[in-house]
């Protein structure tokens, strides 16, 4: 039911008031729909700091306002509503009480398992339901209940309470690899409680209000974005919109050989780290003197990577040079391994879709560069506690054990379509209009864009011209893992999705913004990780997470991004920082290069137990 003029327009055309949605006795609550008009106008106008032509760049991404619906029973009634039909006998409802959660108001909170033992979580709104349903993605290899919602800065119906929200912890509690040789465990990571949590939100929504939604998205970074792909693949009637950002979408070799190549280029014959996080300043800064002008503008950001064209050893110092403004040959060795990535040593075909990019190096630390030589490397603990899922059966690989070369990568063929998201055949996605928006940081530590790219591309191939019709791609230069960075990394596609599905308005530019000093979202990030700055992990915990650079402070500034393979221009005149002086510029197409499995990303039946 669109709101038009102070009616509602439903979907067979008839006319009624606002207030025959509101309970009997409960119509003053018709009010919040002026709120929620309100947030919009608030996301839209100056008070957002964004000036008039900024909001004429972004337009088309304001989600229309639909009538609000209230409860039709008490929260406490949800505690018996039998799951056992969509999660099998076990299932149940374990608490269903009235709190606070992810958005600002009031909300019945329901948790319950679906057999065997997946946990979820959801929220529903006790005023200002906007007849929507998002479920949120989980980070890592989740093992906790939480709900994040991301990519949505400044989303209006966010602020008024307007979403039921849910979430999952795919079937496993804790962060123990234990769990990980369990095929049911497997199954529920790889698929099922994420799809399982939505059916049970879904009956849970017609049980309080009486109804069900009217639409329903997913929005999900790292494995999230993995998450919200294997919806759009396998279970194309979930979801009307999806957020996928960062997708972990080759998830085996993700986790295998990409990070276990990372770790082992990155120790010495002692065992040690070779580069350590206070090194990599040296070698950004030689990144950014060879390739930030390339994309027209020096701003200490690399839009487009795949035109830049650096060699480490030019880092390398000189006879006699002072180490604190080079690197060493050992040191500028491992970051041209981190860039080249793994080889079958015999064909030499590469082993993974692609690395980190030119530009990113500062996210490396805490990932594949340690703060010390006498800390662990992050990315060979992933190796670890992902070997369980990838490896079946035998015996358990590490980043040490890993032997890079085609035979390994042809281990991974056979739980390819059990873990892995890369099916570009989207038809039953399209076939009842679902739509994907896809982003990615260029400076992304722990999952090249160059995945997503070749994900992006093969959809487009495979669709031919029905692509365009649901799908876009977005690149933000200098975000890291989902957010932060030194780019803007804050941005709203959350309504842009919304529009799209709602009213019919495809996005164009995307106003992205620097996120507040000190600030970091937990969106896509695991469990176990935090923020941080270099320097500053006190306990020599790994942690996958970081905020700025050991250099200049972070400059707050704004920006349109565009879709790719699009790139933002600065016009020439007026404050490079505000998006109000930036326009599409010229289309700047990376080159995917082929790789081992590049079979990965054509149709597949994914699997569906």
């Known amino acids: 039911m669109h709101f038009v003029t102070g009616k509602n327009i439903n979907e067979e055309g008839d006319t009624q008031m606002t207030a025959r949605l509101i309970a009997p006795g409960r119509v003053a609550a018709a009010a919040l729909l002026v709120v929620l008009a309100a947030a919009l106008a608030i996301v839209t106008g100056p008070a957002n700091g964004r000036t008039a032509r900024e909001t004429r760049a972004i337009a088309g991404t304001t989600p229309p306002v639909l009538a609000i619906v209230l409860p039709a029973t008490n929260c406490a009634d949800l505690a018996r509503v039998d799951l056992a039909a969509i999660g099998g006998a076990g299932s149940k409802i374990s608490s269903a009480v009235e709190g606070t959660g992810a958005q600002p108001g009031t909300v019945c909170i329901v948790e319950g398992t679906l057999a065997p033992t997946i946990e979820f979580r959801v929220e529903l709104p006790v005023r200002g339901w906007t007849q929507r349903y998002l479920q949120t993605g989980c980070g890592g290899l989740c093992g906790n209940l939480r709900i994040d919602v991301g990519a949505a800065d400044g989303c209006p119906i966010v602020q008024a309470t307007g979403f039921v929200v849910a979430s ?110 206070g090194r990599l300043a040296i070698l950004h ?50 970051a041209r391994k981190f860039y080249d990535g793994p080889h079958d040593p015999g064909s030499g075909v590469r082993l993974t879709q692609g690395g980190p990019q030119y530009g990113s190096e500062l996210a490396w630390a805490d990932v594949y560069v340690p703060q010390s030589t006498n800390q662990p490397i992050f990315s060979s603990m992933i190796v670890n506690s992902s070997s369980g899922l990838i490896f079946p059966g035998g015996t358990l690989a590490t980043a040490d054990t890993l032997t890079f070369d085609q035979a390994t990568f042809d281990r991974l063929r056979k739980r390819h379509p059990l873990f892995d998201a890369t099916n570009p ?35 487009r191939r495979r669709m031919r011209g029905k692509a365009d019709g649901f799908e876009r791609l977005y690149l933000m230069p200098g975000m890291y893992h989902c957010s932060g960075g030194e780019g803007p990394a804050e941005f709203d596609l959350l309504s842009a999705v919304i529009a799209w599905v709602e009213t019919g308005r495809a996005p164009n530019a995307i106003q992205t913004r620097t996120q507040p000093a000190g600030q970091r979202s ?20 790994p942690s996958a997470a970081i ?3 050991s250099g200049p402070a972070i400059v707050q500034r704004s920006r349109p991004v565009y879709p790719y393979p699009y790139v933002a221009a600065y016009i020439g005149s007026g404050d490079a920082n505000m998006a109000s002086n930036w326009i599409r510029g010229k289309a700047l197409p990376v080159e995917v290069p ?11 039946a994914g699997v569906i137990r």
Not at 429 to 437: N, Q, V
């Open 168 to 277: 999952t912890d795919m079937g496993h509690s804790g962060m123990s690899a234990e769990w990980t040789r369990d095929p049911q465990k497997a199954a529920d990571f790889a698929y099922r409680g994420v799809d399982l949590t939505a059916v049970a939100a879904k009956a849970l929504i017609r049980a309080y209000y009486g109804r069900s939604q009217r639409f329903s998205y997913f929005s999900g970074c790292s494995d999230g974005g993995r998450e919200g792909l294997i919806e759009a693949q396998r279970f194309p009637q979930e979801f009307d919109g999806i957020v996928a950002g960062a997708p972990a979408m080759n998830f085996q070799v993700q986790n295998s050989l990409y990070h276990g190549w990372q770790a082992r280029s990155n120790t010495g014959t002692d065992t040690k780290p070779i580069l350590v996080a």
């Open 285 to 334: 800064r030689a990144v950014l003197a060879a390739c930030d002008r390339l994309d027209g503008q020096q701003d200490g950001l690399i839009s487009a990577p795949g035109q830049c064209h650096f060699d480490p050893a030019t880092t390398v110092c000189r006879a006699g040079q002072d180490t604190t403004d080079c690197l060493t040959a050992a040191e500028a060795a491992v």
């Open 425 to 459: 055949d989207l038809s039953g996605f399209e076939a009842r209009g679902g739509k994907l928006i896809l982003f990615h940081g260029w400076s992304d530590p722990h999952i090249s864009p160059i995945n997503t790219i070749a994900y992006h591309e093969a959809v």
């Open 522 to 541: 937990k969106f896509g990030l695991a469990a176990n990780t935090r923020a941080s700055k270099p320097g500053t992990n006190k306990d020599k915990t």
């Open 547 to 549: 905020i700025t650079d």
């Open 594 to 604: 082929a790789w081992a499995g590049a079979d990965f990303y054509k149709p597949y």
